[in-house]
């Protein structure tokens, strides 16, 4: 039997179980992710993700959701890795750089736990997203899910996303909703839903989808996202620090001239052990 050691973060509540590949290897993180990840008789988490030795960066970033899928990119998790690198010695400085599968993120270590990454710059154009049906970018589009008709804006942040704007993100049936719109014909890969209301210029509201998880706490990327959509539906403005609030926590998104650049907390829960 062999045993596994882990370390346990979250950033906003969006938890992952953290595999160090310096120093061990796994076989199967598809099957790990479902065994692990279950809140009952794992350890618990909305996935597992791999810290890799990379040619390119100061580490690689695999992720793999509950369900056992892999994932391009995730915002929450890359920077509790960066936060896991300096905590360890992979990286030192005030910045790493983490290669995943949406290219590599430089991520920005303003104190012990709080972080900046660079998610590079949103994404519209259908075929990129993957997006199927549409022509031209959707920019609240009409769409019918389950039988409710929604407007969508879609965008890909290294992954894709459909940001659905409503007056009330708590009363949202969201596995109903948000499980229809993952399995729509709309998104060959999947999506990640997000259901935002804007408070004012500043301020967004936001409860998430995750394709391959379910509901989570919070989603790094569906932040940018849903910035993203917001300044292009005129409900905030460009070059301009956006407060996102989750269930897990608040994430502080600005879309500049060139990028969007996204703050938040990388927390350390506990480590352990595993015997597989």
């Given amino acids: 039997m062999k045993k596994l050691e882990f370390t346990k973060m979250h950033g906003c509540g969006n938890d ?5 590949c310096f120093r061990q290897t796994v076989n199967d993180p598809a099957a790990l992710a479902r065994r692990l990840s279950d809140r009952h008789k794992g350890v618990g988490g909305d996935g597992v993700i791999l810290i890799c030795p990379s040619d390119a960066a100061d580490a690689k970033m695999r992720m793999f959701n509950a ?9 929450n998790g890359v920077r509790c890795v960066a936060e896991y690198l300096f905590r360890h010695g992979y990286a030192r400085g005030g910045a790493a750089d983490v290669e995943t599968l949406a290219g590599t993120k430089r991520i920005v270590r303003k104190s012990p736990g709080l972080l900046t990454v660079d998610m590079g710059a ?10 199927k049906g549409f022509d031209a970018p959707a920019i609240d589009a009409p769409v019918t ?31 109903r909703l948000g499980g229809a719109i993952e399995r729509g014909p709309w998104f060959p890969e999947g999506v990640n839903t997000e259901f935002v209301r804007r408070e004012d210029a500043a301020n967004l509201v936001m409860r998430v989808w995750e394709r ?12 940018c996202a849903s910035v993203a959509a917001a300044v292009q539906n005129g409900l905030c403005a460009r070059d301009t620090d956006v407060e996102v609030r989750l269930l897990g926590g608040t994430l502080t998104i600005r879309w500049t001239a060139d990028t969007i650049l996204m703050t938040g907390e990388a927390v350390e829960v506990f480590s352990g ?3 597989l």
Wanted: proline content about 9%; glycine content about 14%.
């Fill in 16 to 20: 992952y179980i953290y595999i160090d």
């Fill in 67 to 75: 369900d056992g899928s892999e994932g391009k990119m995730c915002g």
């Fill in 212 to 223: 391959g998880s379910g509901e989570t706490l919070a989603c790094g990327t569906g932040a």
């Fill in 273 to 275: 052990s595993v015997t």
């Fill in 145 to 175: 899910a389950d039988g409710e008709m929604l407007r969508m804006t879609c965008v890909s942040m290294g992954n894709p996303h459909c940001v659905i704007f409503v007056e009330n993100p708590g009363a949202v049936d969201l596995p």
């Fill in 122 to 131: 949103p994404v519209f154009e259908p075929e990129k997203i993957p997006l």
